[in-house]
């Protein structure tokens, strides 16, 4: 969460020199309190470790123990809803990067002015939660002139673009910080001079400068995909948290075995995004899959 | 930031066609403002206008708006806010203390997998939390067995993990690792050199918390707080698997609105989203200031 690797190694300089100067005040200081932190933080750790033991014990509870694993890869349903959430994820991506990469770049390079509208846009979906968004898109898009949840191939539609509007903040904040550390205007007209069009520009200039801010923008948003529920289910597909979510009347124990491996995608998503950003920000999000 | 984007094209290169700058400059814009007018301005304006209109007459009104003191609605409003309230509170005292003991107190070490662990848990939610919430701390939950083997069964106790309580319990799984995220910077950013002078005038612990810390940490405690509670305020998912959809929260009323008219009137529906809104609309805002006040030390 600290800025930059020079500045955590400033603050290890900075507290070794601390130490060394009056060790013996600081330690009498700390050994009763010391206990009191740890005890904190193991009850902190308790609390988040504990629901996953819980699940994975709930999970050998079938028998064989196995089974609850093995049921799932002969689960056809569990395959398909997973390879539908990626689908719709990546597709969310896409739409996202193209959208608001070209829109990013131009407020910073010739529309200054526009900022403020952009960034309020933006930030609408922390006001309009996924419920409120998703009853907005069914109420406007189940009727004439647009009436897209009267077929399946609309209704999946309209599942990306309320995930595309679900991704606004933290893509567009992504993209603008990583704008902010090149200098685009000096790299525009670098490219123009050599006779790139914008398009170019665009493809073969920002975005290979872009890729750290993008690709973790882009797990973010994956692991938001496939855990989210509200939008989905209003909308009625097949998702994979729908399917988890349905499970449990019929296989309470592959139920909690794929909890588990929900739960394992998140970490799969979150540990890119700490080995692309190490030293820079984790990213903090409040919309989603609540 | 702007002044200086602003010089920079006025002297900057290209643009050479004065007449015709000013549509084209705003051209490339207009991808971005179609698809956020047709998926997130229209539908968002659409419950606004519905809002103020008496969905059988058809007449302009402020009627749907009264309504949302109605039992139903009053008590969902009431139930939400709430559980937000609680669960900010505990999650943000807590998480506080978690991080302030990974960056000040005993186990430094740990901060680094702290950290990664809680962007895991802040982003495990839903379906999948509700559900490990069940098989640990439900009626046959491992925490439960293992209780019920101690002779002190919580659900003898009249607990359940099907309720507000239960509900709060689940929710600080994702607030507490919001908090240890978004407070982390600022405990950063006390700087130890305060806690020298103050020791060195004589403070003890308790003053240079008490005189010191606290007041400098307050804008960015509260602002953390009140963006936990717009967190939990707008959760759905996780309340919809653990009770059923029987526990009448604002969002679950609102999903049952929208599968069933059960407030049987369309305009009190969209007032019900549109107070939401409002509400959500509110923290933004008290979140911002706070962040702009907390920025004068921390910096």
């Given at each position: 969460m600290t800025g930059s690797g020079t500045n955590r190694l400033g603050q290890g300089i900075e507290a070794m020199q601390g130490e060394s100067l009056d060790p013996p005040v600081q330690?009498?200081?700390?050994?009763?309190?010391?206990?009191?932190?740890?005890?904190?933080?193991?009850?902190?750790?308790?609390?988040?470790?504990?629901p996953l033991i819980g699940t994975f014990a709930f999970s050998l509870r079938a028998v064989p123990p196995s089974s609850a694993y093995t049921a799932?890869?002969?689960?056809?349903?569990?395959?398909?809803?997973?390879?539908?959430?990626?689908?719709?994820?990546?597709?969310?991506?896409?739409?996202?990067?193209?959208?608001?990469?070209?829109?990013?770049?131009?407020?910073?390079?010739?529309?200054?002015?526009?900022?403020?509208?952009?960034?309020?846009?933006?930030?609408?979906?922390?006001?309009?939660?996924p419920i409120v968004l998703v009853f907005g898109l069914i109420s406007t898009f189940s009727r004439p002139p647009l009436p897209f949840t009267h077929t399946d191939i609309g209704s999946t539609a309209l599942l990306v673009f309320?995930?595309?509007?679900?991704?606004?903040?933290?893509?567009?904040?992504?993209?603008?910080?990583?704008?902010?550390?090149?200098?685009?205007?000096?790299?525009?007209?670098?490219?123009?001079?050599?006779?790139?069009?914008?398009?170019?520009?665009?493809?073969?200039?920002?975005?290979?400068?872009?890729?750290?801010?993008?690709?973790?923008?882009?797990?973010?948003?994956?692991?938001?995909?496939?855990?989210?529920?509200?939008?989905?289910?209003?909308?009625?597909?097949?998702?994979?948290?729908v399917y988890l979510s349905q499970l449990g009347d019929?296989?309470?124990?592959?139920?909690?075995?794929?909890?588990?491996?929900?739960?394992?995608?998140?970490?799969?998503?979150?540990?890119?995004?700490?080995?692309?950003?190490?030293?820079?920000?984790?990213?903090?999000t409040i919309t989603g899959a609540r | 930031m702007t002044e200086t984007a602003f010089a920079r094209n006025a002297q900057g290169a290209p643009p050479a066609r004065p007449g015709r700058r000013f549509s084209l400059t705003w051209l490339g814009l207009v991808p971005f403002l179609v698809f956020s007018t047709l998926f997130l301005l229209i539908p968002t304006a659409y419950l606004i206008v519905g809002s103020f209109v008496d969905s059988t007459t058809g007449d302009v009104t402020l009627q749907n708006y009264a309504r949302l003191t109605e039992g139903l609605q009053l008590n969902a409003y009431l139930t939400s806010i709430e559980i937000s309230l609680v669960t900010a509170l505990v999650g943000g005292i807590f998480g506080f203390l978690m991080a302030y003991a990974v960056i000040s107190g005993g186990p430094r070490r740990l901060r680094g997998p702290l950290m990664t662990f809680s962007g895991v848990a802040s982003n495990f939610a839903g379906i999948p939390l509700a559900l490990a919430f069940v098989f640990t701390i439900g009626r046959t939950g491992l925490v439960t067995a293992f209780l019920a083997g101690l002779g002190i069964n919580p659900y003898d106790g009249g607990f359940t993990i099907y309720s507000k309580i239960g509900l709060e319990i689940v929710y600080l799984y994702f607030q507490l690792p919001l908090m240890i995220l978004i407070i982390a910077p600022a405990i950063d950013g006390l700087k130890r050199e305060w806690r020298e002078a103050s020791e060195n005038m004589g403070a003890t612990t308790f003053q240079f918390w008490r005189y010191i810390a606290l007041p400098i940490l307050m804008p960015s405690l509260l602002g953390s707080m009140i963006l936990l509670f717009g967190n939990a305020f707008g959760a759905q998912a996780t309340a919809y698997q653990l009770t059923g959809g029987f526990i009448n929260l604002v969002t679950i009323l609102i999903g049952n609105q929208l599968t069933g008219d059960v407030l049987h009137n369309k305009g009190a529906g969209y007032a019900l989203a549109m107070g939401m809104v409002a509400i959500l609309g509110i923290t933004l805002l008290a979140y911002q200031f706070l962040q702009r006040r907390s920025e004068r030390w921390l910096r």
């Open positions: 330690r009498e200081r700390k050994s009763p309190l010391r206990f009191a932190w740890w005890a904190i933080f193991i009850l902190g750790i308790t609390y988040f470790f504990l799932i890869l002969e689960d056809p349903k569990f395959f398909a809803s997973l390879g539908y959430s990626f689908v719709v994820g990546f597709i969310t991506i896409i739409i996202s990067i193209s959208l608001l990469v070209p829109t990013a770049f131009w407020v910073r390079l010739r529309l200054p002015r526009a900022r403020p509208y952009v960034e309020f846009v933006t930030l609408l979906p922390f006001v309009i939660p309320g995930y595309v509007v679900l991704s606004f903040p933290y893509m567009y904040r992504a993209i603008d910080t990583g704008l902010r550390a090149m200098d685009i205007q000096s790299l525009t007209e670098a490219a123009q001079s050599l006779g790139s069009g914008w398009l170019r520009i665009l493809i073969q200039v920002i975005l290979p400068n872009l890729r750290v801010a993008l690709l973790s923008g882009a797990f973010l948003t994956l692991a938001i995909v496939v855990g989210e529920f509200t939008i989905a289910t209003f909308l009625a597909r097949k998702v994979f948290s019929i296989a309470p124990y592959q139920q909690s075995a794929v909890a588990l491996v929900s739960f394992g995608l998140t970490w799969i998503a979150m540990g890119f995004i700490a080995l692309l950003g190490r030293g820079s920000r984790s990213r903090v | -």
